[in-house]
Structures are given as C-alpha cells and as structure tokens.
C-alpha cells in the first residue's frame, strides 16, 4: 500500500487529495464525534465537504459494507462450522455491527469522498488543482 493509491486514504483515514492529513476529527471510535469530518485538509486546504448534503452519498457505501458484514459473518457461520443455530447467528451479527458499527460508519465517509476528491502529489506544495468530477 503506498502513497497515491485510494486504499492508501482510506485505511489510514488521510486526506484524499494530498494523503497526510487528517481527515477526520477523532478516531471512529471516540463516540462523541465518530465520523465528524474536518471542514479542510490542514496540510493542503482541500475541502471535505463541496456541497451541502455532500455525504449523503456515504449512506448507500455504509449499506453496502454493513451488508456485506452481515454476508461474511452468514457465509462463515455456514461453511466452517457445523449445526450453527440461527440464534447465535443473528447474536454474532447485531455484536458485531454494533461493535463495528462507529469503524463502518467513518469508513463509508472516507469511501465516499475518495469516489470524489482525487490525489496529487504536489498537493501539499500549495498547488491547488480541480479535484472534482
């Protein structure tokens, strides 16, 4: 994983567009302010969000990957193990989105503005360019 690549912002919740700075206000998991963006990049000045309702999108990525946690934990409990009652199905389920719930939340906002909000490398030298599609 290198500097450059998307997966390189969103794993490390840094800047899209310059990939050092933060991007969120704390970590996901300090609950007062999970997922609160900050309204710039403090290294580049990018701004997070470019329209009002500019998240909005995120919602539809935060579906996607709580569905695909509800398949990974569905799939696992089927094909490794055997007579998994259904119970503890759901139990391991809503544990683990209510557990993963804040992480999945940031994750689909870090996603969404990375669909958007595009690198370059000389974005932390003051060279602001059109990032947006």
């Known amino acids: 994983m290198t500097k450059g690549s998307k997966l390189y912002s969103i794993l490390t919740f840094k800047c899209p567009h310059c990939h050092e700075g933060k991007f969120f206000v704390n970590h996901p998991y300090h609950l007062p302010t999970t997922g609160e963006t900050l309204s710039e990049c403090p290294v580049c000045s990018q701004s997070y969000s470019p329209e009002p309702g500019f998240y909005f999108g995120a919602m539809y990525v935060s579906y996607a990957l709580g569905v695909a946690l509800f398949v990974t934990i569905w799939a696992s409990c089927n094909w490794f193990f055997d007579n998994v009652s259904v119970w503890l199905q ?34 932390k030298h003051g060279k602001k360019e059109a990032t947006h599609t």
């Open 90 to 123: 759901i139990g391991l389920i809503i544990g683990s989105s209510i557990l993963l719930g804040p992480l999945l939340y940031a994750s689909s906002k870090i996603i969404w503005a990375n669909f958007f909000i595009h690198y370059s490398k000389d974005a």
